[in-house]
T-cell receptor, first 113, second 115 residues
């Protein structure tokens, strides 16, 4: 699986959009970009994933550049409850040969009141 | 729909004692995983299962055993606990479908302290 690079920490004001960047310059054509987050002392929570196209769900939007070498997770209206460590993970579809996710250090997003 | 549940939430063991952590999922997922997370670190895979009756080793399997007798349950056993196994243990389950990728859903964790 391709390696990812994320800033260690970011601040965002409550109510504003939080934009979390991720670089994955060695991504392969069959690798998906996943985002998870971990709120203090809780299990990781799936947010969103994509392959080539931009994606949106009830939690966030994922913008993937045309060359797929980087992506941005957007939380449109951040709240205090969005304070967490956000992990960008690149992973190929294993087609049934399941293995674990590789969690790096992620970005610690702090939402300021 | 409870998702992924873990039992117990917290446990204190003495060195050499044994215990079993239980993970249950109600999403009919084929794949299940056990991770551990040490302070300030990311999750590391201990063992995983691709279906009922099958298990495989992950990154850090030593000192642990697992069983998947039922599709919905995945058990993690510590035969002789050591202080180095003090950690937070997370269970996860996932589907795997071509074109949709694979998404893992995590339980709330079990905090284990080995004295």
């Amino acid at each position: 699986d391709a390696k990812t690079t994320q800033p260690p920490s970011m601040d965002c004001a409550e109510g504003r959009a939080a934009n979390l960047p991720c670089n994955h310059s060695t991504i392969s054509g069959n690798e998906y970009v996943y985002w998870y987050r971990q709120i203090h002392s809780q299990g990781p929570q799936y947010i969103i994933h994509g392959l080539k196209n931009n994606e949106t769900n009830e939690m966030a939007s994922l913008i993937i550049t045309e060359d797929r070498k980087s992506s941005t997770l957007i939380l449109p209206h951040a709240t205090l409850r969005d304070t967490a460590v956000y992990y960008c993970i690149v992973r190929r579809y294993s087609g049934g040969g399941a293995d674990g996710l590789t969690f790096g250090k992620g970005t610690h997003l702090i939402i300021q009141p | 729909n409870a998702g992924v549940t873990q039992t117990p939430k917290f446990r204190v063991l003495k060195t050499g004692q044994s215990m079993t952590l239980l993970c249950a999922q109600d999403m009919n997922h084929e794949y299940m995983y056990w991770y551990r997370q040490d302070p300030g670190m990311g999750l590391r895979l201990i063992h995983y299962s691709v279906g009922e009756g099958t298990t495989a080793k992950g990154e850090v399997p030593d000192g642990y055993n697992v069983s998947r007798l039922k599709k919905q349950n995945f058990l993690l056993g510590l035969e002789s606990a050591a202080p180095s196994q003090t950690s937070v243990y997370f269970c996860a389950s996932s589907y795997s479908k071509a074109g949709l990728g694979e998404t893992q859903y995590f339980g709330p964790g079990t905090r284990l302290l080995v004295l």
